[in-house]
């Protein structure tokens, strides 16, 4: 009842930047937080970021002073600047919408609900 379209992945070399934007649209009533996982070969998926509806924000260790995510509520929208990239921040990273939203078929409210985009590939090598 949410869909989640991430989109600004690429490939980087060490040292550059991208912008990871995530766009949640569908019969929404509200979403609470919005995030941000990556998931490696080999590896379980792993918080890299969260944000709250009043702009609270959560990092992971390994990209603090790194990362930044922001929200704009307007367009229920998430971004995630991504500057001094690492080969080992290589990963799909995948949107997350914590919300709540209506059945379309019923129009009936739908429990609070964990949401995830299709992912995006992140690549940084030289």
């Known amino acids: 009842q949410v869909q989640l379209v991430e989109s600004g992945g690429g490939l980087v070399q060490p040292g550059g930047s991208l912008r990871l934007s995530c766009a949640a649209s569908?019969?929404?009533?509200?979403?609470?937080?919005m995030g941000w996982y990556r998931q490696a070969p080999g590896s379980e998926r792993e918080v890299v970021a969260s944000?709250?509806?009043?702009?609270?924000?959560n990092y992971a260790d390994p990209v603090k002073g790194r990362f930044t995510i922001s929200r704009d509520n307007s367009k229920n929208t998430v971004y995630l600047q991504m500057n001094s990239l690492k080969p080992e921040d290589t990963a799909v990273y995948y949107c997350?919408?914590?919300?709540?939203?209506?059945?379309?078929?019923?129009?009936?409210?739908?429990?609070?609900?964990?949401?995830w985009g299709q992912g995006t590939q992140v690549t940084v090598s030289s």
């Open positions: 997350n919408a914590l919300a709540s939203a209506r059945d379309r078929l019923t129009n009936r409210p739908l429990p609070t609900s964990n949401y």
């Open positions: 569908g019969s929404i009533l509200s979403i609470h937080t």
């Open positions: 944000t709250d509806t009043y702009g609270s924000t």
